[in-house]
């Protein structure tokens, strides 16, 4: 909403930083990977998106001395999930998590430590598929699900 803080925490080149700067009012987008931070710079520059916050960082100790959140996005955690959710909930037990993940292990931690935390969890699984000519047929090929897990207290 207008009023939120977000977090993107695993941002990448920021392609969520972005859209959800369009839509708050101040975003941090947490990146430990040199080449996508400069990426990150670049987009925030080209979409005028200056309520983006950008920092360098592993997580969850980038995540120290940032504004409470409201809404958070975790699209990569670098195996630090379950101490970034422990993170992202001491900083605002109330907050709205979503996780994004591909491996089933990431989905299981992050399920298991949303419920730890006393989270109701939801689980939705999206998927895509291609087309690819086969002859006369086009058939259409699976590419890799994502699960996208949100959290939220009751």
């Known amino acids: 909403g207008p009023n939120d803080v977000c977090w993107d925490v695993g941002a990448g080149t920021g392609s969520v930083s972005v859209e959800l700067a369009l839509q708050c009012r101040e975003v941090w987008a947490v990146e430990r990977e040199t080449p996508a931070l400069a990426l990150l710079e670049e987009n925030r520059k080209k979409f005028g998106a200056w309520n983006l916050h950008i920092k360098g960082g592993e997580a969850p100790e980038a995540l120290r001395d940032m504004p ?17 959710v422990r993170a992202v909930h001491g900083a605002n037990p109330n907050a709205r998590v979503c996780i994004s993940a591909i491996a089933l292990e990431t989905l299981h931690t992050a399920m298991t430590t949303l419920e730890e935390l006393g989270y109701e969890a939801e689980v939705v699984q999206i998927s895509v598929s291609r087309a690819r ?20 207290r009751p």
Not at 68 to 84: Q, R
């Open 68 to 84: 409470a959140p409201d809404k958070v996005f975790i699209g990569g955690s670098g195996g630090n999930l379950k101490e970034i």
């Open 133 to 152: 000519k086969a002859g006369e047929l086009h058939l259409l090929m699976a590419q890799n699900p994502v699960f996208l897990i949100t959290g939220a």
